[in-house]
């Protein structure tokens, strides 16, 4: 997450830190929640279903669930889609460009047609 950069529309540095992460349950260790927490990173990201067995099992000692917000992770979709849209195009399901800007341009350039 640190080599994202976000500029900003007015003068400044471009922003590193995001406003809130939405995941799946692929990113649901403690370690990734741990490391959000800690930088001040709200999240959304749904618990497996053995780490809510083991929470339960623990008792009191398992700790309260994480906080989840459906209505906000139903708007992860929307990214989803648009990678599954991407990724038709062989090109950049396949990565045949040796460079990162020429990469960066065919992605660019399907956003742009797909958004037309």
Request: net charge positive; hydrophobic share 35%.
């Amino acid at each position: 997450m640190e080599a994202i950069r976000v500029p900003r529309t007015g003068p400044g540095r471009p922003r590193v830190r995001p406003d809130h992460v939405l995941g799946d349950k692929g990113y649901s260790s403690k370690a990734i929640r741990t490391w959000l927490r800690r930088r001040g990173i709200a999240h959304t990201i749904p618990e497996r279903a053995d780490q809510i067995r083991n929470r339960l099992r623990r008792g009191s000692l398992g700790g309260r669930p994480p906080a989840f917000d459906k209505q906000l992770y139903k708007r992860r979709n929307v990214v989803e889609r648009c990678f599954n849209r991407l990724k038709q195009w062989r090109g950049i399901a396949t990565r045949y460009d040796k460079t990162a800007e020429s990469y960066q341009a065919a992605i660019a350039l399907a956003s742009l047609l797909m958004w037309a």
